[in-house]
């Protein structure tokens, strides 16, 4: 089975994130970056992961970050099928 798929399962969903940070020559100006990867709602484990490594590794500072989630699978939406049904 694909790993994102067992990810959803376990009530992983989408989270894309946007951030604002400043260019480290012009801190006047502001850039975009999108980041997009499953994670676990109301936490988000992977993505404050990412934005300690921004923090510690690259020199633009953070200015905002803004968060979307959605949950691809959900529990109305899941049945599991016990049998295979074959059509001629």
Request: without cysteine.
């Amino acid at each position: 089975m694909d790993h994102d798929f067992i990810r959803q399962l376990k009530g992983y969903g989408l989270t894309t994130a946007e951030i604002h940070y400043r260019l480290p020559d012009t801190p006047s100006l502001l850039q975009t970056y999108l980041w997009q990867n499953y994670d676990m709602a109301p936490d988000f484990p992977v993505l404050k992961k990412f934005l300690d490594f921004w923090a510690r590794e690259l020199e633009g500072p953070l200015h905002s970050v803004r968060v979307a989630h959605q949950r691809l699978i959900r529990p109305s939406e899941y049945r599991a099928v016990n049998g295979i049904i074959t059509i001629n």
